[in-house]
């Protein structure tokens, strides 16, 4: 195993556990305006079909291979790789997985989120906080990518 590999293992469970933190602030966020939410869907498709993507996309960006699980594979795997004897193989195994994980949620969630402008209007800070805070958590996510590109990298030497 590369000298360097612990020291970037650390740094992606680092960048994991912060964007999981992130995840942690915006999920109560929406859920604050999800009675009004759940109101509006009854008399709007449009509604209900917003109120369910809104689930998704959150649930997509913590959660991989089901909703849940996104971030937490992530967080999983890299802990296997820094406090087990991961052999060389299964750590390349698991920085590709991860990455094609990633990149997929992140396009998921940017697809919903990235049409989705702040609300100027009273009240709806949490909302806005929520979108900013999507943001950042999608930002994190092409972190995550880089750091599973090197680590692929750092086990092949």
């Known amino acids: ?21 992130l995840s942690s602030l915006a999920i ?70 991860n990455v094609v994980v990633l990149l997929g949620v992140r396009e998921y969630v940017g697809n919903f989120w990235n049409s989705k402008p702040k609300v100027p209007l009273p009240g709806t800070g949490d909302y806005n906080d929520a979108v900013g805070l999507t943001g950042k958590i999608r930002e994190r996510q092409g972190w995550l990518v880089a750091g599973w590109g090197v680590m692929g990298v750092v086990a092949m030497l």
């Open 1 to 21: 195993m590369s000298p360097l590999l612990p020291l970037v293992s650390i740094a992606q469970l680092s960048l994991t556990t912060y964007t999981l933190y």
């Open 28 to 97: 109560p966020k929406l859920l604050s305006y999800e009675d009004k939410a759940k109101t509006a869907s009854k008399y709007s498709n449009i509604a209900e079909e917003q109120l369910f993507k809104t689930r998704a996309t959150q649930a997509a960006s913590v959660g991989s291979l089901t909703p849940n699980q996104k971030l937490l594979l992530t967080l999983l795997s890299t802990s296997s790789i820094l406090f087990t004897n991961t052999p060389r193989s299964t750590t390349l195994a698991l920085a590709g997985v």
